[in-house]
């Protein structure tokens, strides 16, 4: 278990032996992002991989979940991707799920029998960061797929029977995108109709391009009330029946944990009493703006 740079997970695989496939991310160029700034993307050597595996059998008695990081698993050939995961299963026969990340651009990558091969050999979820359900927004942000390529390459994901895992960023637009980043990302998400989708919130990381328009005066930040607001519209606009929803992220102002369209109004009840509490006025994330 040998790791390059700072690890990133989802929150729900707190639990899980992260497998490092790749360093970094392949794109690197959202401007809001600086997760793996500080990485050059590459693909670990195959044979350090099932070391790490090896290594980790040793260590562990009970591995329950497997994680494939950094940002862009399935950027890796397919050939690749199988042998890691076949090791896994006769390594770690007690493993239940294995997941990674993955870009909308690597699902589009492959055909839909090596994603068929993939979750056959145990790839049970990918999550994949929508961001926005606007084309506009996606491109200022410099995301570099669309909302239509994201849906697409979903639906593939989804027919080759892998779960997905959708992330939304709450806040993205600043204050003069909030309703269009709401309204959008409700389509879009209702669209998809994901197993799970997770709600984050706008949090300004130190040397993005976007904390530069921040501090310059382009960009203007929502207020944690405002953020709420827009959390309210885009949970008000969703219709995407049996989806998880949950704002569980350490960003979030309100942690909702429900199943849509059963929980809406009562997720829509807890976002009101938020507004009406009126503690949401001063209370900037600051702790995580250092990052
Ligand atoms: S948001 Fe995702 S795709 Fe964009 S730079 Fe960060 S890790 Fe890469």
Do not use: W
């Not at 497997?66 to 390594?91: K, M, N, S, W």
């Not at 909302?147 to 080759?160: I, M, P, R, S, Y």
Request: overall charge neutral.
């Amino acid at each position: 278990m040998r790791y390059e740079g700072q690890i990133y997970r989802p929150p729900s695989e707190a639990y899980s032996y992260i497998l490092q496939v790749t360093v970094g991310c392949s794109h690197n160029a959202c401007t809001f992002c600086n997760m793996y700034a500080d990485k050059q993307f590459h693909i670990r050597k195959l044979s350090e991989i099932l070391e790490d595996l090896q290594m980790a059998r040793r260590a562990y008695r009970y591995v329950e979940r497997i994680f494939l990081a950094d940002g862009d698993a399935l950027i890796v050939r397919t050939e690749t991707l199988l042998e890691i995961l076949r090791t896994i299963r006769r390594l770690f026969p007690e493993c239940a799920r294995i997941t990674s990340y993955a870009s909308a651009r690597d699902l589009l990558l492959k055909t839909p029998g090596e994603l068929a091969l993939l979750q056959k050999n145990g790839l049970d979820m990918v999550y994949l960061g929508l961001e926005s359900g606007s084309e506009r927004i996606l491109k200022a942000i410099n995301k570099g797929v669309t909302v239509e390529e994201t849906v697409q390459a979903c639906a593939k994901a989804k027919d080759a029977g892998i779960r997905l895992s959708i992330t939304q960023i709450t806040g993205l637009a600043g204050q003069d995108g909030m309703e269009e980043n709401a309204s959008e990302s409700a389509k879009a998400l209702s669209r998809i109709n994901p197993e799970y989708i997770g709600i984050m919130t706008l949090t300004l990381r130190r040397g993005t391009p976007m904390t530069k328009d921040f501090e310059e005066g382009r960009f203007k930040r929502l207020t944690p009330k405002q953020i709420v607001e827009e959390m309210r519209m885009l949970v008000a606009g969703m219709d995407s029946e049996g989806s998880v929803l949950r704002s569980n992220h350490i960003s979030n102002y309100v942690q909702l944990c429900g199943t849509m369209n059963r929980d809406k109004s009562i997720m829509l009840e807890q976002l009101d009493l938020a507004l009406a509490s009126g503690r949401l006025e001063n209370e900037y994330i600051s702790y995580l703006e250092n990052l």
